[in-house]
């Protein structure tokens, strides 16, 4: 089966904190794309990062960085120094075949 | 350079109809993946058009057809519509790794 698990359904933090979301995902290819998508209100998702799976060399790219490591399935993304225009729907989605797997997402609500 | 672009952005159907929607994808792009995202959950793969045919399809029944143009836009139709049907169709165009998504249509079933 394909599938993604981010076990934390919702994160609320106060501006300026670092916070991460957990993606583990279960894939039979053995190459393949990983992304975070994030959804605000309106409903529109946008493009954050895109990680492929034969490179696990970590990256930071501005305020978000992220953490993939192939043996456990994980791919975690970082946000430091959290904004209140940060607060939206995170969707974790490898692309399997062509086409993105989404999970749940994780709702995160970031306070002045 | 104009994004992902869908219409309409809201709609209302009773159950029974039938409901058309449309993307232009990105320019440049030329394949493009119809969602459909039920409240509270993520985006569900519906099918995929390249060269104006479907290249790959989720498990959507039968009454979910599409269409691809020349110009790579994209019609998504449903039909016999369910009360279940309700949700936001999201449309993504791509050309290579990434896809981009449009702002969505929030299609309600009454």
């Known amino acids: 089966a394909q599938k993604v698990t981010q076990a934390q359904t919702e994160i609320s933090v106060v501006e300026k904190e670092d916070v991460t979301l957990d993606c583990v995902y279960e894939t039979r290819d053995t190459t393949y794309y990983l992304f975070w998508y994030k959804q605000p209100p309106s409903g529109e998702l946008v493009f954050l990062i895109r990680r492929n799976s034969f490179d696990e060399q970590n990256e930071i790219s501005g305020r978000y960085s992220w953490n993939f490591q192939k043996s456990t399935s994980s791919f975690n993304f970082t946000i430091t120094a959290s904004q209140v225009v940060d607060s939206a729907v995170y969707f974790c989605a490898p692309r399997s075949q062509g086409n993105l797997i989404f999970g749940k997402g994780t709702k995160l609500s970031v306070k002045p | 350079d104009a994004g992902v672009t869908q219409s ?60 691809q143009f020349p110009n790579y836009s994209s019609e998504l139709n449903v039909n016999a519509l369910l009360l279940g049907d309700s949700a936001l169709y999201l449309c993504a165009s791509s050309f290579d790794r990434d896809a981009f998504f449009g702002q969505g249509t929030r299609l309600t079933v009454v």
């Not at chain 2, 990105?26 to 409240?39: E, I, N, P, R």
């Open chain 2, 8 to 67: 309409p952005t809201h709609l209302i159907k009773t159950r029974g109809q039938q409901v058309t929607l449309r993307c232009s994808p990105k320019s440049g792009h030329d394949t493009v993946s119809w969602y459909q995202q039920a409240l509270g959950q993520g985006p569900q793969f519906i099918f995929q058009y390249y060269e104006e045919e479907e290249r790959q399809r989720g498990n959507f029944p039968d009454r979910f057809s599409g269409h």
